[in-house]
């Protein structure tokens, strides 16, 4: 065939020769015949040869001398060792050939497949997408990949991935299609069985977290109800017998109840449905709240317990007070618990700081067993404890260190460890907080005033504890000096004496080496006379109630608990060397800061809950204030039509109408200047503040209503004028709650998770209104279940939330913090339309207000019985 058409390109060639020859010798017309006959038996030979040479193209390269028959033979070769099925179409999609994979498929032998159509072979006649993809290829000539699709082949049925690309000659002209396709059975079934497992293990999790949440509630209230009866016993008269054993009923209680919140902590992180709040809160509360809770197991070990907080830091902040509690709990009960001697030092740096935030490190150091490198690098692992006899000699879940690492990660901070095997650890996190726009430094700046150049004389024997009652007495500028030990304290005492400028306050531990803190006070008692005489403060791990008698006889003035945090320290000092209540100092100083030009003012408060209103009430009228009630936004709009008001107090969520749409209507018809409206509201969510000044308030006052901010919010913002003539309707309130701040001053009991002092102090410490208004408030909320199951039943979900919101602000008025934390979540749940947790947390309310009112109760009797 070679040869042939080697021949008939010559003949072209000669042929052509001759026809120029021709018409150049020939005369006309026969020249013009020649050439034109030429002409067209060479377009007549190239069409041939074009046609020949297109319809070769596919088959060519498997026949035609470019490979050798080695080469074919090691080509063909190639392609038949592929697991990879191969198969290649000509322009028609008739197939060409394939290699042995491929033939096998179709059940027929490799040599059969070249020429057949698709239609020709039964297995590629049940399949007809294959065709489908490569007509596809063929049509928009682009490769097609990766396509998964299901073939009938001759095996059975299989799950193949297909790909087919374009195959062109020298001129980009399309001429076939290369296929190939490879099985992907076994990959797609162990992939379908993974996801068959992925949706057993969902629904596994989701049992599971559904189990938690139930039989949390099952498990949680009886241990609740030992906790709060043991708490209850050990407010009674009990022999110390008794009180040894209700202590070990409490601490157990409450190490179960701590295990099984790590764990339901632990799950709703895992799950995702665990969040952080951004509220404001004081740092320093937090700290008091720690010692006030790890001050006796400290003592009961031994241990010195310290909380370093400079007096530069801002404790006005903002971020998740609860949560921050959470992880510093855990990390001070793990430093107590694995350490035998020494101390337990809780400090705050301040890293950084700006006008918008600050960066803390706070830190937890002990002097216990400490941890080598591997135990450290396992410690913020789920389940996962220094080693496995740890948990056998402390006892944990292994938990509790995980979950504070994911709670902290949820604030956006860090958490770490440095420790030495035998060196103690220490804990620490890093965290950025923004800080509140107003920072109180009136307790600070009370202190600086009064404190300023008093001689103090500090008596301790650790080295951490001096250093920082060092650094926070020279905060408030105090000529301070610290010893080690009593007789070190008498040497330097005795000198100042000499030198005729004596110590005025001698601050001494209790424990100390050689001559302890009692028996220093009964020496300077005894060898200096009145007019030199220090006052004293014994310093003690834990208040003893059988050291009072004694420090009594040896001249002590006050005795401080351990640890001290400035606000304690504070107190203290104004109490022992100026005989001054520093709070009701400051609160006197309030009052005074209330201009003349607003003395009597008319005040309108609006608000819907009857509890918040007396509070208002009484907080307003003992500062001469005239006080008018309105109930909802409406009535508000119109009494300030009816009557001049020097201000407007509103409420955001109330029935009719809400306090922004009132607020809004207001400035239609009343401008700043002429009716100031500020928003008083337990709300504290970023955007409330924005939505009350956008509404046309000037301001926003939290809830529970602090004195102090309210009396200065309305200092500032108040119309002045001459309103002496009109505070008739107020005379006998005034004076009842003048009568009633007069009263001696009243045994407040601690209980946690209830602030009874600043609930009192709200009502002038007028306990008979507040027992009413607690009974006013257990009435009204109890039953909460069934009354929040009509509200949804009747998808009245605003009714709902509104009455959350309500108790929230109620509750945190009359100090019932847990009370408001809870009404507050629920109110977040509703906002959010998660009924199901509505419904799942309820009862926790319920529970909380009868604690509440259990401990109002308790209130009720001690005052009964106080002489």
């Known amino acids: 065939m070679s040869s042939f058409w080697t021949f008939l390109q010559l ?149 193949v991935e297909h790909s087919s690309v374009p195959l062109h000659d020298d001129d980009g002209n399309i001429i076939g299609i290369l296929g190939s396709y490879y099985d992907i059975s076994g990959i797609k079934s162990v992939a379908e069985e993974m996801e068959k497992a992925k949706e057993t293990a969902e629904n596994a999790n989701r049992s599971k977290g ?90 009961d070990k031994d241990l010195e317990f310290i909380i370093n907080l400079p007096a530069n830091i801002p404790t006005k902040l903002i971020g998740d007070p609860l949560r921050l509690n959470q992880v510093l709990v855990n ?269 009597g003012a008319p005040i309108l408060v609006v608000e819907d809950n009857e509890i918040n209103q007396q509070v208002a009430r009484e907080i307003l009228s003992s500062h001469k204030f005239q006080v008018d009630i309105a109930e909802n936004g409406q009535l508000a709009v119109d009494a300030v039509r009816e009557k001049k008001y020097a201000i407007v107090l509103m409420d955001i969520q109330m029935p009719v109408m809400d306090g922004l749409k009132a607020a809004q209507q207001i400035r239609t018809e009343f401008t700043y200047q002429q009716l100031p409206i500020l928003a008083m509201t337990a709300n504290a969510m970023s955007g409330d503040e924005e939505r009350s000044l956008a509404a046309g308030m000037q301001g926003h006052i939290p809830k529970p209503i602090d004195e102090r901010v309210l009396l200065k919010a309305i200092s500032k913002w108040a119309v002045p004028g001459d309103y002496s003539g009109d505070d008739t309707n107020n005379n006998e309130s005034a004076g009842a709650q003048l009568e009633s701040s007069e009263k001696a001053p009243i045994k407040i009991p601690q209980v946690k998770g209830i602030d009874f002092e600043s609930a009192l102090g709200r009502l002038q410490y007028n306990v008979e209104l507040y027992l009413k208004l607690v009974e006013q408030l257990y009435e009204s909320y109890q039953g909460s279940a069934t009354k929040v199951s009509d509200f949804i039943t009747r998808g009245q979900h605003d009714s709902a939330k509104r009455y959350f919101h309500s108790l929230k602000g109620a509750a945190a008025n009359l100090g019932f913090t847990q009370l408001k934390n809870k009404a507050a979540d629920l109110e977040s749940f509703m906002a959010e339309g998660e009924i199901d947790k509505v419904a799942d947390q309820i009862t926790e309310l319920e529970k909380r207000l009868r604690f509440a009112h259990q401990a109002a109760q308790d209130l009720e009797t001690i005052q009964q019985h106080q002489p």
């Open 11 to 159: 003949i072209f060639v000669v042929l052509q020769v001759s026809s120029l020859v021709l018409y150049a010798l020939l005369p006309s017309p026969w020249s013009d015949t020649v050439l034109v006959a030429m002409i067209t038996f060479s377009l007549i030979i190239g069409i041939v040869i074009w046609w020949w040479s297109r319809r070769n193209a596919l088959t060519a390269p498997f026949r035609q001398p470019f490979l050798s028959s080695d080469s074919m033979q090691l080509f063909e070769q190639v392609f038949n060792d592929l697991p990879t099925r191969v198969y290649w179409r000509d322009s028609e999609l008739n197939l060409l050939g394939g290699n042995e994979a491929f033939a096998k498929d179709l059940g027929i032998a490799p040599e059969e497949v070249t020429g057949k159509s698709d239609n020709d072979i039964p297995v590629l006649a049940n399949n007809l997408i294959l065709r489908e993809k490569d007509q596809k290829t063929f049509t928009e000539q682009k490769p097609s990949t990766n396509d998964e699709i299901e073939l009938s082949l001759a095996q059975g049925n299989r799950w």
């Open 210 to 299: 559904e189990f938690l949440a139930n039989m949390s509630h099952e498990i949680r209230t009886p241990i609740n109800a030992i906790v709060g009866m043991a708490n209850l016993c050990l407010k009674t008269e009990l022999n110390q017998k008794q009180k040894r054993y209700i202590k070990v009923i409490d601490s157990s209680s409450q190490a179960l109840l701590g295990v099984i919140n790590d764990i339901l902590d632990f799950s709703k992180i895992d799950a995702g449905k665990l969040t952080v709040e951004k509220i404001p809160f004081d740092l320093q509360d937090v700290l008091t709240s720690l010692a006030d809770m790890f001050a006796y197991r400290a003592y």
């Open 331 to 599: 990390l001070i009960s793990n430093a107590i618990k694995f350490t035998e001697d020494g101390e337990i030092n809780v400090a705050v740096n301040l890293l950084d700081s700006s006008d918008e935030d600050v960066l803390l490190r706070i830190s937890v150091t002990d002097t216990g067993i400490g941890m080598d490198e591997e135990q450290r690098a396992n410690l913020f692992k789920e389940f996962t404890q220094a080693d496995t006899s740890t948990t056998r000699k402390y006892g944990g879940t292994g938990l509790g260190l995980a979950i504070s690492r994911r709670l902290i990660l949820l604030m956006g901070g860090d958490i770490g460890v440095t420790s030495a095997v035998g060196q103690g650890s220490t804990f620490y996190i890093e965290i950025k907080l923004p800080v509140q726009r107003d920072q109180d430094n009136s307790h600070h700046e009370y202190l600086l005033k009064h404190l300023t150049g008093k001689r103090i004389l500090a008596v301790d024997d650790n080295l951490s504890t001096r250093e920082m009652l060092y650094e926070m007495l020279r905060s408030y500028q105090v000529d301070v000096k610290v010893c080690r030990t009593a007789e070190q304290a008498l040497k330097v005492f005795d000198e100042s004496v000499k030198e005729g400028n004596p110590y005025k306050l001698i601050l001494v531990d209790w424990r100390l080496p050689g001559m302890d803190g009692l028996a220093l006070c009964e020496k300077i008692t005894q060898t200096y006379e009145a007019d030199v005489r220090p006052k004293l403060t014994l310093a003690t791990g834990y208040y003893a109630e059988e050291l009072s008698e004694k420090a009594k006889r040896a001249g002590v003035n006050d005795i401080l608990s351990k640890p001290f945090t400035a606000s304690t320290l504070g107190r203290s000092l104004t109490s022992t060397l100026l005989h001054r209540d520093i709070d009701e100092e400051m609160r006197s100083e309030t009052v005074e800061g209330v201009p003349d030009s607003i003395s």
